[in-house]
């Protein structure tokens, strides 16, 4: 407590506490407020509190106030919540995030509370079952349909009784008014089913084995650690992992697996429902509000077990964390790149530090920082290097579409039109990969050369010719496809220029029209139920060709998938940014991966016009290690990362010459000096992006510096004015 709680003049002074409240705004810091005579509060609690002219709901932070405000201005705590506090891992990990992001506590806290409705009173659920001893009453048909669904079955809503039993909602009301039901009140969220610890998985093999003794002692062992779990596709990771959160279970403690676009992964979900007879939680954007309520509160009062999620899952309030797994952890997806930017892989192993806990990240191609730390021996390693079973590994070879040439407005060349053709006749099904949405990607006036741009974005509208729009792919931006040049007036004049996945489909149309074409992208496959539907409809033979976009290149097992062509393999080459090669030889990897996954031989093509770039050799060679060990000699020579740190400052506004103004501000004041360097500023590749100015600036400082306090020391004793938005992204994957 400061002095002027001793100071004879202040009422209020005398056995009033202070604490720290955090709240879940952008704010610097954790307020004082008091705590009434008589209320009881700890660190974690949560907490409504008067802000300005709102309450709102925050958590103490710290048991101990240290404002220099007057006693008389600190305001008091109204209430608090019955509920359980948020852990002190949860806290610390807060702080940590905050600290290395340099991104407000409470904009981090927020992440973990953005569920607003677990503050509220929660209304009981009626749920109707038999009564004891019920009266004697008319039978209808419709009245003994409810009977026998309630004989044998659990008690439920009077809406999904009526429903089941195909009857109106009034004929339960009447039975439940004629006493032959009774009405219960239930908690909402407390039946969450349980996964089984002891349900058997598949035997495994030798090597499985080895590994999976490896995690499970690690679980057992309670104690931080990171292990990389590096197998091919299809070499039995997800088993692998399984058998650590088998043993996760039998300790009574809480697992957390983060995947990637999780809405989609619908097999996956299946998959462990099959090994452990009941569902894992679930937690990623698609949540119906009630469903995160139920969830955040399981979470945090340990009911739930297994939680499988995207990355803001790593918010949540697990109290008793025992593992934590991250599969595809190369996967650029857990970068989240607006609001307060972080790498949720890179962050899951700070939760799992500070939870005492291993966590397991699974690849088959994992990211250079990861097999970097393997190499300088922060992380372990566990490799399974061969395919389960029967199945191989597929063959890859390249199609130098300069030689092979489609032809003329084609994009597929003569030998993947041949191995197509063979597949099919066999009776297996085959994938087309191309990594981009719509009709074609530009869209070009014949007689003035006019191009179709976003008038929000640096950027090109993309032709959908389903929807007979023009849309912006960064900013959503749609307009319908004009019937005269907006420039010269021409009609009739506009040529697509390139493909996407429709073209491509108008294509194979043409060349194969017996296939059973399915074209799948985020724009059909928008959420779990579709993504359920699609492999429904692969799985049945009903569709044998897929077109699509990377949303079906990973997760995926298509037992009778044997071919893969990937249509412009160079596609992520382009730009030259920090990654292009890594990640296009994962994503590559990856698509390939989808074929000969279950004892039939699997072949991919892949179509270049650079077949001598190392990405091309690596991928047809299956010498992963030779690329990922030239790669890192490259990085190491420019100490790019992992051997040097970046961190990208981006400024941007409505107003291009207040984002000048800062920018130029940014470059006067940029840190220099002994192995710090400041790159920039420059327009941002984009420019306008959703119709805001946006310049760059690139900080690099050598690995033994710390890039935070440089930032910091750069950064905090600007003005900046409130119409420009200056963002930090401490190590960068995105450079747009
Ligand atoms: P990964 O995660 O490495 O891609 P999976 O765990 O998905 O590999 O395994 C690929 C396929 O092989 C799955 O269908 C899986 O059930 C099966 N599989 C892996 N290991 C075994 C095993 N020991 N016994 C039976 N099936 C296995
Ligand atoms: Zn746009």
């Not at 939680?281 to 939680?307: F, Y």
């Not at 990355?311 to 997806?333: C, K, Q």
Request: glycine content about 8%; hydrophobic content about 40%.
């Amino acid at each position: 407590m400061k002095s002027h709680a001793s100071s004879s003049t202040d009422l209020f002074a005398n056995d009033s506490r202070r604490v720290k409240v955090l709240l879940p705004l952008p704010l610097a810091g954790a307020y004082d407020y008091r705590v009434p005579e008589g209320m009881d509060v700890a660190a974690g609690d949560f907490v409504t509190v008067p802000f300005g002219p709102r309450r709102m709901v925050g958590v103490v932070w710290s048991e101990s106030g240290d404002s220099d405000l007057d006693e008389s201005k600190v305001k008091e705590i109204e209430s608090v919540f019955r509920m359980p506090p948020l852990p002190e891992a949860n806290r610390k990990f807060v702080d940590w995030v905050s600290a290395y992001c340099l991104a407000p506590q409470g904009s981090v806290l927020r992440m973990g509370m953005s569920v607003s409705s677990v503050f509220e009173p929660v209304k009981p659920r009626i749920v109707y079952m038999l009564a004891d001893n019920p009266p004697e009453i008319r039978m209808t048909a419709a009245r003994s349909r409810v009977l026998a669904l309630l004989q044998d079955g659990p008690a439920r809503t009077a809406a999904d009784l009526a429903q089941e039993a195909g009857v109106s909602s009034g004929v339960v009301k009447g039975l439940a008014d004629g006493g032959v039901l009774q009405a219960v009140a239930i908690d909402p969220g407390s039946n969450w089913p349980q996964p089984d610890a002891d349900c058997q998985g598949p035997a495994l093999s030798a090597l499985q084995q080895e590994a999976s003794g490896q995690l499970v002692a690690k679980v057992r062992d309670k104690s931080f650690s990171v292990t990389l779990l590096d197998g091919v596709t299809g070499s039995g990771k997800t088993e692998v992992y399984y058998e650590a959160i088998a043993e996760c279970l039998r300790q009574g403690r809480q697992a957390l697996v983060m995947l990637p676009e999780i809405a989609l992964s619908a097999q996956w979900l299946s998959r462990f429902e099959d090994r452990f007879g009941a569902a894992p939680a679930e937690w990623h954007s698609d949540l119906t509000g009630a469903k995160r309520r139920d969830t955040w509160k399981a979470v945090a009062q340990g009911k739930v077990k297994v939680l499988v999620g995207a990355r803001s899952a790593l918010h949540l309030p697990f109290p008793d964390l025992g593992l934590i797994v991250v599969d595809e952890e190369h996967d650029s997806s857990f970068k989240q790149e607006d609001g307060v930017i972080y790498h949720a892989r890179d962050m899951s192993v700070v939760r799992g530090q500070g939870a005492s806990c291993p966590v397991i990240l699974a690849s088959a191609t994992p990211s250079l920082e990861t097999v970097v730390n393997v190499q300088q021996g922060r992380y372990e390693r566990l490799h399974l290097p061969e395919r389960h079973g029967v199945a191989e590994l597929p063959e890859i070879k390249l199609v130098d579409t300069l030689k092979d040439s489609p032809g003329r407005q084609r994009w597929i060349s003569p030998p993947l039109v041949t191995a197509l053709e063979e597949t099919l006749a066999r009776g297996e099904q085959a994938m087309l990969f191309l990594n981009r949405r719509g009709y074609a990607p530009l869209t070009l006036c014949d007689s003035c050369g006019h191009r179709m741009a976003c008038p929000n974005c640096t950027s090109w509208l993309v032709e959908h010719r389903f929807s007979k729009r023009l849309e912006c792919h960064h900013c959503g931006h749609v307009e319908r496809k004009p019937d005269a040049c907006p420039e010269c007036g021409a009609e009739d004049s506009f040529r697509a220029c390139g493909p996407g996945v429709e073209r491509l489909a108008e294509e194979v149309s043409e060349i194969l029209p017996d296939a059973r074409l399915e074209m799948v992208t985020s724009d059909t496959l928008y959420g779990p139920a579709a993504a359920a539907a699609f492999v429904e409809r692969v799985t049945s033979n009903e569709t044998n060709l897929i077109i699509g976009t990377q949303i079906v290149a990973k997760g995926y097992h298509f037992p009778d998938l044997t071919l893969v062509g990937v249509i412009d393999a160079d596609i992520g080459l382009a730009g030259g940014d920090l990654r292009a090669s890594e990640r296009t030889y994962q994503l590559l990897h990856q698509v390939a991966g989808r074929a000969g996954r279950h004892g039939k031989p699997g072949h991919v093509l892949i179509q270049t016009t650079n077949v001598e770039n190392p990405v091309m050799q690596a991928l047809a060679e299956g010498d992963r290690d030779g690329f990922l060990a030239a790669e890192a000699e490259m990085r190491e020579m420019a100490t790019m990362p992992p051997f040097g740190r970046l961190a990208g400052v981006i400024v941007s506004g409505l107003d291009e010459r207040n984002v000048d103004d800062v920018t130029n501000m940014l470059a006067r004041t940029a840190p220099y000096g002994e192995g710090i360097l400041t790159l920039g500023p420059a327009p941002a590749p984009m420019a306008l992006l959703r119709g805001r100015h946006r310049r760059r600036l690139l900080l690099k400082v050598d690995k033994g510096i710390s890039i935070q306090k440089v930032l910091r020391a750069w950064l905090e004793p600007l003005k900046i004015p409130s119409n420009v938005r200056v963002q930090v992204d401490v190590d960068p994957y995105s450079f747009l």
